[in-house]
């Protein structure tokens, strides 16, 4: 296998520094690490790597430090991983080894380690934010240390990531000369373009572009268990793939967008497309990349023109950039399977066949659409009064001109979420704004199926972080319905309860949710399932279905998918039914973490 990277401060700043004594000029506050491991034996060459690249938010008090500890731990966490994965199995290198003496041992799902080892990270820069402070520290102005990060994790014959923040991850085929983006940015503009508010070109010149909503840190008042949330995915890859992993300095190197923005703004019907064309080339677009990629001619020289394109177009902040080809991968399929999470939501939709929904008193199906649930996110997001707390906004709008920020200036505890102060959410009524509800909706998942390991207990993205503040929607808990007693209460209920035949969703903490046939639920935080009642829910994951074989079974509506236990394997379903469900059947729904698991009872 094959890397190259590459760091750069951006002309910007390095022309600006030209004017600055020692003490005050800008440091490059991004990092990057990378480790390959090659393994030969007779006539069999095995291969895995793991790459990382972090972005320390600007504005903050430590950004370079920040993103130095998540390059540096989750590096630390995950190389025993790509070492593992090569050696546990034996027979993988046409040999035969005696189980009691073999190097291998159990499998670790490689996207549970990644999000694992990035919140290792996040305790670990919090630690240090909080090692960092002053003796007298002021809560209202407290020591601060964000960074964004992506991470991948190559085993051979694919690719598995994870991110936070706007650095992003792409796979770019040279034969089939396409570019797939891997990763959603975690950021405001991705926000209103998901929710319907701006369409893809505004989104390259908004002025918000520098506004992240997630980032890996926190500060000095700031509690090292509290988690972030972690996107991850996994894909295939081929012998004429390129991995690239960047900060946001590439796809943000023009520093001038305002004028742009204004002037698509606005332009009338007839003006907009040649505005648009302009923005198109004076941006630096996807096209750019894999234009770059394919004309490259080794990946030495591919990240230096990186580099120098970044600084043509502008150089306005830091970049990083990491490139990666493997290779002893199976050639590239005719045709190539859609990789990106904009290819794959675009399958979602084409890829569908007509379905016949059945009336609502039908024995057999939902009672509407699948996708109904990503409906009532498509409106243009409103301001912070529309359900942001008032912190969330100064997270959001506290930053600097050309840098990410993480901030919670008005309220430290918003900013001891782990950088999810920009993304936290009022918790009455239990709903978020439409961008909200867009980004929990739309964003991006791997789309594997297959056997996967055991819920290995760790700690979910959901859990509270905060006094009131939590890093997932807040459940309702008008619309929740512990139950315990709940079929004792069905059989001597009235009549009208008695017509819908109910199950119960009964978590490790057992906890219990009656659910009925028809019914729409989603996740809250703590394990907490919220169910479509009085107020919409903010997280849809699934509806429950009662075939007219009196089956029952989940149709997964969410973006993380549903797992089902089975002889002791894992298997995702995503977006269509899950197998006919028996009682006791394990569920672990979005993750399979301890918490996210949840024993289906008749």
């Not at 990277?5 to 991004?30: F, H, I």
């Not at 305790?123 to 007298?136: F, G």
């Not at 004028?259 to 004076?282: G, M, N």
């Amino acid at each position: 296998m094959y890397y190259a990277s590459r760091c750069d401060l951006g002309d910007r700043k390095r022309k600006q520094n030209e004017r600055l004594p020692p003490g005050e000029q800008y440091v490059n506050e991004d990092s990057t690490a990378a480790l390959v491991f090659d393994d030969i034996h007779r006539s069999t060459e095995r291969e895995a790597g793991l790459f990382v690249v972090a972005d320390g938010a600007g504005g903050e008090d430590a950004g370079d430090v920040a993103s130095y500890l998540a390059t540096s731990v989750i590096s630390q966490e995950l190389a025993e991983y790509v070492v593992t994965t090569l050696t546990e199995d034996p027979s993988d290198a046409d040999i035969d080894i005696p189980a009691e003496v073999s190097p291998g041992g159990d499998r670790v799902d490689p996207e549970t380690a990644i999000e694992d080892a990035v919140q290792t990270a996040q305790a670990r820069i919090v630690e240090y934010a909080k090692a960092a402070e002053d003796e007298n520290a002021d809560p209202n102005n407290p020591f601060r240390a964000y960074t964004t990060v992506v991470a991948g994790i190559y085993d051979g014959n694919r690719l598995h990531y994870g991110w936070v923040g706007d650095s992003r991850a792409y796979v770019i085929n040279t034969a089939a000369e396409r570019i797939s983006p891997l990763t959603k940015d975690h950021s405001e503009v991705q926000a209103l373009e998901d929710a319907g508010a701006v369409n893809e070109t505004e989104a390259l010149v908004h002025p918000d572009s520098h506004k992240i909503r997630r980032a890996v840190g926190g500060t000095s008042f700031s509690d090292p268990e509290n988690g972030v949330e972690v996107d991850t995915g996994s894909v295939a890859v081929y012998e004429d793939d390129v991995l690239l992993f960047t900060s946001d300095g590439l796809i943000d190197a023009y520093p001038d967008i305002d004028p742009l923005h204004r002037r698509y703004q606005a332009a009338t019907d007839d003006q907009k497309e040649a505005v648009a064309q302009e923005i198109q080339e004076t941006v630096v677009t996807d096209d750019d990349i894999q234009k770059i990629v394919l004309e490259g001619d080794s990946l030495d020289a591919t990240a230096e023109r990186f580099i120098e394109f970044s600084n043509e177009k502008g150089g306005k902040d830091n970049l990083s950039i990491l490139l990666a080809r493997g290779e002893t991968l199976p050639p590239t399929p005719d045709p190539l399977p859609p990789r990106g999470f904009e290819e794959r939501e675009e399958e979602d939709v084409t890829s569908q066949e007509t379905e016949i929904i059945p009336p609502e008193d039908s024995d057999d199906g939902e009672a509407g659409s699948e996708s109904e649930a990503e409906s009532t996110a498509e409106k243009p997001p409103e301001a912070s009064a529309n359900g942001e707390s008032a912190a969330a906004s100064e997270a959001a709008d506290a930053s600097t001109d050309d840098a990410d920020t993480m901030t919670g200036d008005e309220d430290p505890e918003a900013a001891a979420t782990g950088g999810e102060a920009a993304d936290s959410r009022e918790t009455s009524g239990g709903s978020a704004t439409p961008a909200e509800d867009a980004e929990s909706a739309d964003s991006a998942a791997a789309e594997t199926d297959g056997p996967d390991t055991q819920p290995d207990g760790s700690a979910s993205a959901g859990q509270t972080t905060g006094d009131g503040e939590t890093s997932d929607e807040a459940p309702d808990e008008s619309a929740a319905r512990p139950s315990e007693g709940a079929a004792d209460d069905a059989e001597g209920g009235d009549s009208a309860e008695q017509e819908y035949p109910t199950v119960r969703l009964v978590a490790a903490s057992g906890e219990s949710y009656t659910v009925t046939e028809g019914d729409t639920f989603g996740r809250g935080s703590d394990a907490d399932v919220q169910i479509e009642g009085p107020n919409t829910i903010s997280r849809v994951h699934a509806r429950v279905v009662l075939t007219g074989d009196d089956e029952w079974r989940l149709a997964d509506q969410s973006s993380g998918g549903t797992y089902v236990e089975a002889a002791g394997e894992w298997k995702r379903v995503k977006h269509t039914r899950t197998p006919p469900l028996d009682s006791g059947t394990l569920l672990a729904l979005g993750k399979r973490h301890e918490d996210c698991v949840f024993e289906f009872r008749l």
